[in-house]
């Protein structure tokens, strides 16, 4: 169980840290465009993942110094929280799939909509590059979810493994 904590640990502060940067640029996108409806939805989901991550730190504190008790919210908030995250971990995981299995021709749309067209930087590259960071970000949601989930029962459960 010591190897699971020691992983929930560090995915979470993995997570709390780019969860916070892409929850500021979809607030400062937000900001920019008026409150878009898909910007305010991605910044809840990605909030989500900040949120369950901070739960999961809480909840690691409590394994480990059994005086601190865990809040009466945490165990809600680990579950639900956590299946929100899930939500967003599987959403992207399909969309980094298809990103990196089509760069050629996501680059040439994403260049399309772009008004300064980047001189000299290979942007087939960096779309694949992107979409491989999304996908090896969302499988590290969904492991973290699951692991605190399982650290959840376990103290829960007062059973030793």
């Known amino acids: 169980m010591n190897n699971v904590l020691k992983t929930a640990t560090v995915l979470s502060w993995i997570n709390i840290v780019i969860g916070g940067l892409l929850v500021a640029g979809g607030l400062l996108g937000v900001a920019m465009t008026g409150g878009a409806l898909m910007m305010l939805i991605s910044v809840v989901l990605t909030g989500a993942i900040v949120l369950h991550s901070y739960a999961t730190l809480q909840l690691r504190k409590s ?21 929100i995250a899930l939500f967003f971990a599987i959403l992207n995981i399909g969309n980094a799939v298809v990103i990196v299995q089509n760069a050629p021709e996501v680059a040439q749309q994403a260049l399309l909509n772009m008004p300064l067209k980047p001189d000299g930087i290979d942007f087939v590259t960096a779309v694949k590059a992107a979409g491989i960071f999304s996908l090896i970000f969302s499988i590290g949601i969904a492991v973290n979810v699951f692991l605190s989930i399982r650290l959840l029962r376990w103290y829960l459960g007062g059973k030793p493994e």
Not at 63 to 83: A, Y
């Open 63 to 83: 394994i480990i110094d059994p005086d601190v008790p865990l809040g009466n919210q945490t165990p809600v908030g680990i579950r639900m929280v956590g299946f």
